[in-house]
């Protein structure tokens, strides 16, 4: 009886719980995401574009500073060829030294180093975007409660504001950010890049690459940690059988002998 009543109270807050979990995350908006589910893998194309669109938009402002250009050609990532991610790395002066005389020099990056930031340090990124700092972007998807849906909607999510509002100057309505207000003017327009792979670059097409990108940066191993979750699954039904079957093996004499 007891039991029943604890299972009972289980089930009523488990289904609490997860209505709740449904009810904050149905205000973003919602994709049906490659990498989402236990099987979930991520689109190889969809994330060497995301990287295009990284570098070539958001990079202007956004550091990501726990990548180096090599995790580029890792095994669950983007996986451009070795050659790719040398050139990509070499497209990147960075500061190094200090050289023999004491003096700090710049060289073509490699791929050992870490993605080069567009401003030297936090305070100067915050001038320089009218006091607002563009956060790291590095494991943004894994601190953002909402995750890929919430950088997704941010990126979807401009429009001009009720005529009731009124905006300083540098700051944009946005319907998803806390508070309707970001002190990011929107970053993507249809075509303003061209894909290496000539899809269309529209808004929503890039949003969705770009997105991808930040999660795999967030998450380098979800691919490893899903192909582990289904063998672990193989291997419990598996013993499970087993376990019956021996179950059913010992048991048999005790019934014959009903
Ligand atoms: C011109 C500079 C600039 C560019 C380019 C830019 N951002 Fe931003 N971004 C900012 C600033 C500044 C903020 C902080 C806004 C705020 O706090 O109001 C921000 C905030 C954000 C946020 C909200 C972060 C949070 O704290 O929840 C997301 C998501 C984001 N940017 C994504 C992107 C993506 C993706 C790109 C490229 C497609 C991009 N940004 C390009 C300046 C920029």
Same mark, same amino acid.
């Given at each position: 009886?007891?039991?029943?009543?604890?299972?009972?109270?289980?089930?009523?807050?488990?289904?609490?719980?997860?209505?709740?979990?449904?009810?904050?995350?149905?205000?973003?908006?919602?994709?049906? $995401?490659?990498?989402?589910?236990?099987?979930?893998?991520?689109?190889?194309?969809?994330?060497?574009?995301?990287?295009?669109?990284?570098?070539?938009?958001?990079?202007?402002?956004?550091?990501?500073?726990?990548?180096?250009?090599?995790?580029?050609?890792?095994?669950?990532?983007?996986?451009?060829?070795?050659?790719?991610?040398?050139?990509?790395?070499? &497209?990147?002066?960075?500061?190094?030294?200090?050289?023999?005389?004491?003096?700090?020099?710049?060289? =073509?990056?490699?791929?050992?180093?870490?993605?080069?930031?567009?401003? =030297?340090?936090?305070?100067?990124?915050?001038?320089?975007?009218?006091?607002?700092?563009?956060?790291?972007?590095?494991?943004?998807?894994?601190?953002?409660?909402?995750?890929?849906?919430?950088?997704?909607?941010?990126?979807?999510?401009?429009?001009?504001? =009720?005529?009731?509002?009124?905006?300083?100057?540098?700051?944009?309505?946005?319907?998803?950010?806390?508070?309707?207000?970001?002190?990011? &003017?929107? =970053?993507?327009?249809?075509?303003?890049?061209?894909?290496?792979?000539?899809?269309?670059?529209?808004?929503?097409?890039?949003?969705?690459d770009v997105t991808t990108f930040l999660t795999w940066a967030a998450e380098p191993?979800?691919?490893?940690?899903?192909?582990m979750g289904i063998k672990v699954m193989i291997f419990l039904i598996i013993l499970?059988?087993?376990?019956?079957?021996?179950?059913?093996?010992? $048991?048999?004499?005790?019934?014959?002998?009903?």
């Open positions: 009886m007891l039991k029943k009543k604890l299972f009972a109270k289980f089930l009523f807050f488990f289904i609490i719980f997860n209505s709740n979990l449904l009810a904050s995350e149905k205000e973003f908006l919602h994709v049906d $995401w490659s990498f989402k589910g236990f099987t979930g893998k991520f689109d190889r194309s969809s994330l060497q574009r995301g990287y295009q669109v990284y570098n070539e938009v958001c990079a202007a402002c956004h550091s990501m500073n726990l990548l180096s250009y090599r995790n580029l050609g890792e095994p669950g990532g983007p996986e451009f060829p070795i050659n790719e991610v040398k050139n990509i790395a070499s &497209s990147f002066e960075v500061t190094d030294g200090p050289d023999d005389q004491g003096e700090m020099f710049t060289r =073509p990056g490699r791929p050992s180093d870490k993605f080069v930031s567009p401003y =030297p340090n936090v305070n100067a990124a915050t001038a320089a975007n009218g006091g607002a700092y563009p956060p790291d972007m590095s494991v943004l998807v894994k601190s953002r409660k909402g995750g890929a849906d919430y950088i997704y909607s941010v990126l979807m999510g401009y429009e001009d504001p =009720p005529a009731n509002i009124k905006l300083d100057d540098g700051v944009y309505y946005n319907k998803y950010m806390d508070g309707n207000k970001i002190k990011m &003017s929107k =970053p993507l327009m249809d075509d303003i890049i061209s894909y290496a792979d000539g899809t269309k670059a529209t808004e929503m097409q890039m949003a969705m191993h979800l691919e490893a940690r899903h192909k499970t059988v087993l376990v019956y079957l021996s179950m059913k093996k010992i $048991w048999s004499r005790v019934d014959s002998e009903m």
